[in-house]
């Protein structure tokens, strides 16, 4: 027998996986497990989405990639700029998650401005920021140059 044909039964990889969410503080269910060369996990949650990689047969976890949700984006965003601004409308207008990038785009709009953000899929760190006026000749020049920024 070769040492390649050894391989973790799926009971106990999805143990692994679950252990590793609860360690983690992530609710979320296992949605597929698959081997290829290691077993590949991906889970769903309200909160977080992601993919584990784990040994075919040491059961090691060797790579986690764990992106919060675009909902959890959408909401931290609108509470971050209702505290910072007191913007209370605020319409979504956009959001583009780039997940092999690393970072999501948000467009928002409110009653006296429209506001841009880039933040980490991994962390929800705002990367970079911008606001503009709703209003005004150079608010549309700067809408402009803000829409190709943040596409």
Same mark, same amino acid.
């Given at each position: 027998m070769n040492e390649l044909d050894r391989q973790l039964k799926i009971e106990v990889v999805r143990e692994i996986a679950e252990k590793f969410l609860e360690e983690k503080g992530i609710p979320a269910t296992i949605k597929e497990i698959k081997l290829n060369d290691d077993w590949k996990v991906k889970f769903v949650g309200e909160e977080r989405v992601g993919e584990l990689l784990i040994g075919r047969? /040491? #059961?090691? @976890? %060797?790579?986690? !990639?764990?992106?919060?949700?675009?909902?959890?984006?959408?909401?931290?965003? =609108?509470?971050?700029?209702?505290?910072?601004?007191?913007?209370?409308?605020?319409?979504?207008?956009?959001?583009?998650?780039?997940?092999e990038k690393g970072y999501a785009v948000i467009k928002l709009v409110?009653?006296?401005?429209?506001?841009?953000?880039?933040?980490?899929?991994? /962390? #929800?760190? @705002? %990367?970079?920021? !911008?606001?503009?006026?709703?209003?005004?000749?150079?608010?549309?020049?700067? =809408?402009?140059?803000?829409?190709?920024?943040?596409?």
């Open positions: 047969s /040491s #059961g090691e @976890i %060797l790579k986690s !990639d764990v992106f919060l949700t675009e909902i959890v984006i959408e909401e931290s965003y =609108k509470r971050y700029i209702l505290e910072k601004f007191n913007e209370k409308n605020l319409n979504t207008e956009r959001i583009v998650v780039y997940k409110g009653d006296k401005s429209i506001y841009y953000a880039k933040i980490d899929l991994r /962390s #929800g760190k @705002i %990367l970079e920021e !911008d606001t503009l006026p709703k209003k005004g000749l150079m608010a549309k020049i700067k =809408k402009i140059q803000l829409e190709a920024k943040y596409k």
